[in-house]
Antibody, heavy 122, light 111 residues
Framework: QVRLQESGPGLVKPSGTLSLTCAVS?????????WSWVRQPPGKGLEWIAK???????DYNSSLKSRVTISVDKAKNQFSLRLSSVTAADTAVYYC???????????????WGQGTLVTVSS | QSVLTQPPSVSGAPGQGVSISCSGS?????????VHWYQQLPGTAPRLLIY???NRPSGIPDRFSGSKSGTSASLAIAGLQGEDEADYYC???????????FGGGTKLTVL
């Protein structure tokens, strides 16, 4: 079955750029699914960040759009997140997730990575 | 504050049933967009529990059910078990924001 695995630095300095990668195994990133990043600050709820389709279409949370870039690498079967100008408020567990379909309004997230904690601190 | 409103906490005794509400508006649930529910056990990633309002993925017990009416949705859990103690989140699409949204989450305590 499809599995997702996040990777990237666990510590980022304030004003720096957070970079994470989600490796897809057991399936193709070129399937008919959108691929997303979702984050969860410690002790708080879930926040959707961005999503990408393998053909390159993207969508971003309007509150983060100016700082976020999502990209896909079909050759490596993975997708990535970059979040610039980070502050302590960006400290969170970052999850990558797959939408079970490709509807314009989005679908449920049926597969999640285990998550990776990113701390913003000097 | 989340666009989708959930009660911060609910509780119930083993064997009893509970319901978790997810209140939205005319720009999301009320516009006919589907609602999905997730269970998040402590220290783990969310798990899809209900999709498209009332459908269970393979492996989810039929003790879990979902419904939607008007601008709200509900998750019902029958026959509570200790392993159900977790955080539960609803999710939908908001046409004003132009992207998916989560509720603030509800902590279920099994007494």
């Amino acid at each position: 079955q499809v599995r997702l695995q996040e990777s990237g630095p666990g510590l980022v300095k304030p004003s720096g750029t957070l970079s994470l990668t989600c490796a897809v195994s057991g399936g193709s990133i070129s399937s008919n699914n959108w691929w997303s990043w979702v984050r969860q600050p410690p002790g708080k709820g879930l926040e959707w960040i961005a999503k990408i389709f393998h053909r390159g279409s993207t969508d971003y949370n309007s509150s983060l759009k100016s700082r976020v870039t999502i990209s896909v690498d079909k050759a490596k079967n993975q997708f990535s997140l970059r979040l610039s100008s980070v502050t302590a408020a960006d400290t969170a567990v970052y999850y990558c997730a797959r939408e079970k379909g490709a509807r314009p309004e989005g679908d449920a997230f049926d597969i999640w990575g285990q998550g990776t904690l990113v701390t913003v601190s000097s | 504050q989340s666009v989708l409103t959930q009660p911060p906490s609910v509780s119930g005794a083993p064997g009893q049933g509970v319901s978790i509400s997810c209140s939205g508006s005319s720009s999301n649930i009320g516009s006919g967009y589907d609602v999905h529910w997730y269970q998040q056990l402590p220290g783990t990633a969310p798990r899809l529990l209900i999709y498209d309002n009332n459908n269970r993925p393979s492996g989810i017990p039929d003790r879990f059910s979902g419904s939607k009416s008007g601008t709200s949705a509900s998750l019902a859990i029958a026959g509570l078990q200790g392993e159900d103690e977790a955080d539960y989140y609803c999710q939908s699409y908001d046409t004003s924001l132009g992207h998916g949204i989560f509720g603030g989450g509800t902590k279920l305590t099994v007494l």
